[in-house]
């Protein structure tokens, strides 16, 4: 996944990300950063932050393996910014640290939540030009884009096929080797079955006197076994070689990917139209108290039946859309299309100002 972050996204995103700082900013200012990027902890790696530092790109990840406790007297209480807009209160604390690896080490800013529990999440980023209110905020409304992936597949179908084409994949591309990964899955198994039988063992009641001995005896020879055939393996897998080249495989193993210019139109105007629902949902949420409800609403505009009654010589068209299913949706679906009226958009093609009703 780094590899794919570094080889494939970063250079889209070096040239799509609107509003970058110029050569000569990042020249006079060692800290700042091109834009930047947020993910889980498995990014919190020195190697992935440096290289991306490299290319002046800034992370935000959660630290792994946090052991030490800051003392609570560092933590200020702040309002922090939160999705959708809005502020919360959290306590913070900020400091610099060191984010060592095997290939050497970097600074980085560290900034630590304290909940009332007593618990300390750690954040760390190369960011160092964003204030800490900012990181948290940031880093603690990354379930948005969960939610977000999770609403996409519910009610998008944005991880559905679109089409069943097929390409190959150029033959340098190195891959997991099918070798590797067989013998990799025999290693986990092998340990599922060595826990079960500690598992085992750990059941038998030791004031049993003596009764359970025989028993015993055949869990540790077979636990003695297991590990055994343990060993043997992973020195089978360390002998593989976890990635090989495609072009060594046979030919009825080799990989193959979607065509995959099909499937990115159809999730563009998947992204568009939802883009465009959270905007009416934006609009709607002054007439309903939940988020959920305005955006099940807007569902169920998007899909009721309307009359079309276009007017030549006022260049209008009426839109009328039959009534909801309540009178509290009626009244908000209502206001949102005098809303929508009042903004006079036009048919793109007859050029017609749209007029919204409810039937």
């Known amino acids: 996944m780094a590899a794919t972050l570094i080889d494939e996204i970063v250079p889209e995103l070096l040239t799509s990300v609107p509003s970058q700082p110029t050569e000569a900013e990042l020249a006079a200012d060692p800290h700042l950063a ?34 030490d406790l800051w003392s609570k007297d560092e933590f200020i209480e702040a309002e922090t910014p939160v999705p959708g807009g809005g502020q919360t209160k959290m306590k913070l604390a900020t400091r610099e640290t060191m984010l060592s690896g095997s290939d050497g080490s970097m600074k980085v800013l560290e900034v630590r939540r304290l909940t009332d529990t007593g618990h300390q999440t750690a954040i760390i980023t ?9 990181i948290a905020g940031r880093m603690f409304s990354r ?24 390409e190959e994949l150029p033959g340098t591309l190195e891959v997991v080797n099918p070798v590797w990964r067989e013998l990799d899955k ?28 025989p028993l015993r005896a055949n869990r540790l020879e077979d636990i ?44 563009t105007i998947k992204m568009i139209a939802y883009r465009a629902e959270t905007a009416l949902v934006a609009l709607l949420r002054k007439y309903l108290a ?16 309307a009359d079309f009654e276009p007017n030549e010589q006022e260049k209008t068209l009426t839109i009328k859309i039959h009534r909801m299913a309540s009178p509290v949706n009626d009244r908000a679906v209502g206001a949102l299309l005098e809303e929508l009226t009042s903004i ?10 749209l007029i919204y009703k409810l039937a």
């Open 186 to 213: 025999k290693v986990r198994c092998q340990l599922r079955g060595i826990r079960k039988l500690y598992s085992d063992l750990g059941q038998f009641d030791s004031a049993s006197e003596g009764k359970d001995i």
């Open 224 to 267: 003695q076994r297991l590990e055994s055939d343990l060993k043997e393996m992973r020195e089978s897998r360390r002998k593989t070689s976890r990635k090989v080249r495609i072009d060594s495989l046979p030919e009825n193993e080799r990989p193959q990917q979607l065509a995959p210019l099909g499937k990115m139109l159809t999730d």
């Open 290 to 305: 939940k988020e959920d409800e305005a955006r099940a609403l807007i569902r169920e505009l998007f899909v009721s039946s």
């Open 344 to 353: 006079s958009f036009c048919h793109p093609e007859t050029g017609m100002r």
């Open 34 to 67: 091109r834009f930047v990027m947020i993910f889980d902890r498995e990014g919190s790696t020195h190697s992935l932050l440096s290289k991306l530092w490299e290319k002046r790109i800034g992370a935000i990840t959660y630290r792994k393996s946090v052991k």
């Open 126 to 134: 190369t960011a160092r030009r964003l204030a800490g209110t900012a």
């Open 143 to 166: 379930w948005c884009q969960e939610n977000y992936f999770c609403y996409m597949m519910e009610h998008y179908d944005i991880d559905g096929l679109t089409q069943y084409g097929a």
